[in-house]
């Protein structure tokens, strides 16, 4: 219900994010010096981000990966709730963000105690990313239903909140259902922490509209983002919910960008309909890295946000 939507990220502010160095190393993307990252220098990264005036920082979500997707997709994905645990305890202000958490993979009650656990000890800095998973194979190993896990999905979502926010628990769903259970310690922020969906599809934006607080697209245009963002503020208007809402466009800084060009490219998503970015900061080696993200918080932070 509306009236438990906490505050988030909405216009007119801009609020930028980005992933930690590493997290996941798909070799289409990938940059060689990810590989030789270690803890001193993602503990480095994350204070480097923080200090730039990044809002957010971020790790994906895979548990395993199939031998015969792991030339395409990676092998190494960072755990999102060990890592941004990690890392909360060398910053102070950034928001974390798993991006997304693939939420049929767990049930939900270990999730509100996890990320959970995570807003209380980081004095209220979750952000909940989830989606509802796209690798089958991944799905099959651990056990969790693929054709149903939309349903999955949104009855996990609900359960996840109704942990949250109440002193004693209980849910009935299609999917898991609880009663007269403690979930502590409570989450920091109230009445929950902000939830964001990721996703492109319909159902991922209807899910994000009507049961979450904003959502997480990728790879899609400007004008594909203004089609979800009319697509959400329908759904957003039926069921009356008024809370912010977040829209979260992805953002490219490779090493040749120049501030001009990108503050150009903030505008145009702005004009679709973004109100944060999760940004892509292109770099040819770690030290580069960091100077990029000093040079992003200067340079493009400072006068778009």
């Not at 988030?8 to 990938?30: C, D, N, Y």
């Not at 939830?195 to 904003?214: E, F, K, M, Q, T």
């Not at 120049?258 to 892509?280: N, P, S």
């Amino acid at each position: 219900m509306d009236r438990a939507s906490p505050t988030v990220l909405a216009a007119p502010m801009v609020h930028f994010g980005t992933s930690l160095p590493a997290v996941q190393q798909i070799p289409a993307r990938s940059r060689p010096w990810e590989r030789e990252v270690g803890g001193a220098e993602m503990l480095a990264a994350a204070q480097a981000a923080e200090q730039a005036g990044f809002a957010h920082l971020s790790c994906s979500d895979h548990v395993c990966v199939p031998v015969s997707r792991a030339a395409a997709m990676g092998a190494v994905w960072f755990d999102a709730g060990s890592t941004l645990a990690f890392v909360a305890g060398v910053t102070r202000r950034v928001k974390l963000l798993p991006h997304v958490l693939v939420l049929p993979y767990r049930h939900p009650l270990l999730v509100a105690k996890q990320y959970g656990t995570l807003d209380y000890l980081s004095g209220g800095r979750l952000v909940l990313g989830v989606g509802s998973g796209h690798l089958k194979p991944e799905f099959k190993v651990l056990g969790a239903d693929f054709e149903a896990r939309g349903k999955v999905t949104d009855d996990y979502l609900r359960a996840i909140v109704a942990a949250w926010e109440g002193e004693v628990a209980r849910f009935e769903g299609e999917r898991v259902a609880f009663r007269d259970v403690v979930v502590a310690p409570r989450v920091a922020q109230r009445p929950r922490p902000p939830i964001w969906v990721g996703g492109n599809s319909p159902a991922a934006v209807r899910r994000a509209a009507g049961l979450a607080d904003g959502w997480i697209p990728w790879e899609l245009d400007p004008e594909a983002l203004t089609a979800g963002v009319a697509h959400a503020r329908e759904v957003r208007a039926r069921a009356g919910r008024s809370s912010p809402f977040a829209v979260v466009a992805p953002l490219a800084a490779p090493v040749d960008a120049t501030a001009g060009a990108v503050l150009d490219a903030v505008e145009r998503w702005r004009r679709a309909g973004a109100t944060a970015f999760h940004v892509g900061v292109g770099a040819g080696s770690f030290a580069e890295f960091l100077d990029r993200l000093a040079w992003f918080g200067a340079d493009v932070i400072a006068r778009a946000g």
